[in-house]
């Protein structure tokens, strides 16, 4: 759907953070209009609506030119996991079958039911700030026992939890944690969390693969699609 022009101010941290980094993700997704197309750069803003949204980066054949025009603002990331952390959800126009098993189960955790994806979008906009800083939360359930998917910090830096182990995230991919992860708050929004521990599958990096136990192996991206 997308495609990265050089190291545009466009790559998504788990904290939710946009930097310019020459590695490239396997999702992109969008919080509304955040640049100048004239110079490809950001704007002051981070976002201009509460739809922040993961979407694929080529949909029915179309890629976008990046930054080029005032439509939304192309960001990408490194997996699903690292857009659920950062507070947005599947597109409803390029992953509707995503979007829909991704509803149903923030329904089924969070003992909602026949919800909008706007209503959604309020609640995870709650979760998601704190002023303009990632808002961090408390963890739901002792740190092995977090679904797959999930993602916590801990002395700075960000952890995906997959087959009750904890891989450090890096702009390259997961690693082994080399240290305890005293202290560790969630990242993901607390409502995502529950959309996961009710069976939603985020897909995750190619580099988790070889990181977790065979049965946790669920949506392993086999290659970046960007």
Not at 107 to 114: D, M, S
Not at 146 to 159: C, I, K, N, R, T
Not at 206 to 221: D, N
Request: hydrophobic share 40%; with cysteine; aromatic share 6%.
């Amino acid at each position: 759907m997308a495609t990265i022009i050089g190291s545009l101010q466009n790559r998504v941290t788990p904290t939710g953070d946009i930097v310019a980094v020459p590695q490239r993700g396997t999702f992109t997704g969008n919080r509304g209009i955040i640049h100048d197309p004239a110079t490809r750069t950001l704007l002051a803003r981070r976002w201009t609506t509460k739809a922040w949204i993961v979407c694929v980066c080529e949909f029915r054949g179309r890629r976008r030119d990046v930054m080029a025009t005032r439509s939304w603002t192309e960001l990408f990331f490194l997996d699903e996991a690292t857009a659920l952390a950062a507070g947005h959800r599947p597109c409803y126009h390029c992953r509707r079958a995503d979007a829909d098993a991704f509803r149903l189960a923030w329904e089924r955790g969070n003992g909602r039911g026949n919800v909008r994806a706007s209503e959604i979008d309020s609640v995870l906009h709650g979760e998601r700030l704190d002023g303009r800083a990632k808002r961090l939360h408390p963890l739901l359930t002792p740190l092995e026992e977090l679904p797959d998917g999930a993602m916590v910090q801990a002395e700075g830096a960000s952890y995906l939890i997959a087959g009750a182990r904890a891989l450090l995230w890096t702009f390259d991919g997961y690693r082994v944690a080399s240290l305890p992860l005293a202290d560790a708050r969630l990242i993901t929004p607390p409502s995502t969390v529950r959309a996961l521990q009710a069976g939603y599958l985020a897909t995750l990096h190619e580099s988790a693969a070889s990181l977790v136990p065979r049965q946790s192996k669920k949506k392993i991206c086999e290659r970046s699609t960007q």
